[in-house]
């Protein structure tokens, strides 16, 4: 099946599904439909709700994986993207590393999110087995877009907080020279301002660092880090720039924030994405990005 063949183009999702809770498929699926493109899942395993609720049920379908990737390989799918989130073992990584090699073509993006863990701590279940495979996923990716915890943990290096500009250049341009082209930074803290937060992200095929800020409103909602990058992957596949795809996203995920800040529900559902999903096809209207 040849992409002339298709009259959308066609993206893997390698997430968990949870039946409540804004995270993972349920955000991944509805962005990139509405950006125009056919999402296909590969479910690493399917729960009730999310993990930030006290109690959930847990599939794991890390049997079931290598029989729907060998069902593709039969039908002869082709995807020009391949797009992986939180993956539960090191045995999902080594069948998404397969995968990955299997698929690829020379113009498949391979955008990898690689969910380590947050605020300088690695989540629970994330051993040091699981952060080596990870890095060597990492190596496979076009796209690498970890958050600030993530990014050392993937050097091998202690987490700081507060990083400065050149440090964050040094390190973004240290991960690139592991495999990735693009990597992108989330959640960075602007030092001396709590009212802000930003993203930084470097190509280094392209030389130019660059950095994205916004207002920080305080709270927490689950899923934010998976429409940004899911955001991130439809906008370079519509042929934005990196920084332009930066500022989409980034301004996404503000629009959803703002539009559930005010209402007094249970913050581990996530946004309201339903409410900001029609501006994901507005004309950009602001360039948020500046130089770094």
């Known amino acids: 099946m040849t992409p002339a063949s298709k009259s959308t183009r066609r993206i893997a999702a390698v997430h968990d599904l949870s039946g409540v809770g804004r995270v993972s498929l349920m955000v991944v699926i509805p962005i990139l439909s509405t950006m125009g493109f056919d999402v296909c899942p590969l479910p690493t395993a399917i729960l009730s709700n999310h993990t930030q609720y006290p109690e959930y049920s847990f599939l794991d379908l890390t049997d079931e994986m290598p029989k729907m990737i060998a069902g593709w390989k039969k039908l002869e799918i082709e995807f020009d993207a391949i797009y992986t989130g939180y993956l539960g073992s090191p045995r999902q990584i080594q069948i998404v590393s397969g995968f990955i090699d299997d698929f690829r073509r020379e113009d498949t993006l391979i955008v990898v999110d690689p969910v380590l863990g947050d605020n300088g701590r690695l989540y629970a279940g994330m051993t040091k087995e699981m952060v080596l495979e990870m890095r060597v996923l990492a190596r496979r990716a076009d796209v690498l877009t970890p958050n600030l915890t993530e990014l050392f943990a993937l050097l091998d290096r202690p987490y700081q907080h507060e990083c400065s500009d050149e440090l964050l250049k040094e ?8 495999g990735p082209d693009t990597v992108i ?20 095929s392209d030389g130019r660092a660059w950095k994205v800020t916004c207002p920080y409103l305080p709270a927490h909602y689950p899923g934010t880090g998976d429409a940004f990058t899911s955001v991130v992957t439809g906008a370079l596949l519509q042929g934005d720039s990196l920084p332009v795809a930066l500022g989409r996203a980034a301004q996404f995920i503000l629009q959803g924030i703002r539009a559930t800040f005010g209402y007094q529900g249970d913050n581990r559902e996530g946004i309201l994405l339903e409410r900001v999903l029609p501006n994901l096809n507005l004309p950009i209207q602001s360039s948020t990005y500046e130089l770094l």
């Not at 390190?171 to 592991?178: H, I, P, V």
């Not at 930074?185 to 280094?204: E, H, K, M, N, Q």
């Open 185 to 204: 930074i989330t959640g960075v803290p602007v030092v001396g301002r709590p009212d802000l937060t930003s993203v930084v992200a470097s190509s280094r």
């Open 171 to 178: 390190a973004l341009k240290a991960l690139s020279a592991q």
